[in-house]
């Protein structure tokens, strides 16, 4: 997926809301792990908040708002989150993580029920999970969710 494409995208539905200087660096110190480089990038204009009819958390290491450090520091304490991934939100029943540490071809983005976080240990325990391969695939998915819903408000118009 090309990074220029998706800022395109986002940036006609909600113009530009980059990520402050120096958060990703933030982010990456407070929980000890490596960034995917095309979350770098769309970080450049998206900071995080609802896509898709998606909260996801704020891209950010601390503020009033849910934010990615807080949530990962939450759910490593309270069940055992493995230390390579980094919450990106949570809705009433389900969970959305990213994985950092690309091993074993294994997904780069994981949706799966909110059961199913104490099993994201091993990943084939998950059950019927969605998947991506990269942050910006996820990121295309709940970009087209965003657009379908609002082309489907146009047509009832």
């Given amino acids: 997926m090309e990074i220029d494409d998706l800022e395109k995208r986002y940036t006609a539905l909600y113009g530009p809301e980059p990520t402050a200087a120096g958060a990703v660096e933030e982010i990456e110190r407070a929980l000890s792990l490596k960034l995917p480089n095309d979350f770098r990038d769309i970080s450049r204009f998206y900071a995080g908040g609802i896509i898709g009819g998606i909260s996801l958390n704020a891209i950010s290491a601390f503020g009033p708002a849910t934010n990615i ?43 799966c029920d909110s059961t199913d976080v104490r099993n994201l240990t091993d990943l084939k325990n998950l059950r019927s999970p969605h998947t991506w391969n990269s942050y910006s695939d996820f990121f295309d998915f709940v970009l087209r969710e965003d657009e379908d819903e609002r082309r489907s408000a146009h047509v009832l118009e």
């Fill in 69 to 111: 450090v807080e949530e990962t520091i939450r759910l490593r304490t309270a069940v055992g989150l493995p230390q390579d991934m980094l919450v990106l939100g949570e809705l009433s029943e389900s969970i959305i993580v990213m994985g950092t540490d690309r091993r074993n071809d294994s997904p780069v983005v994981i949706w």
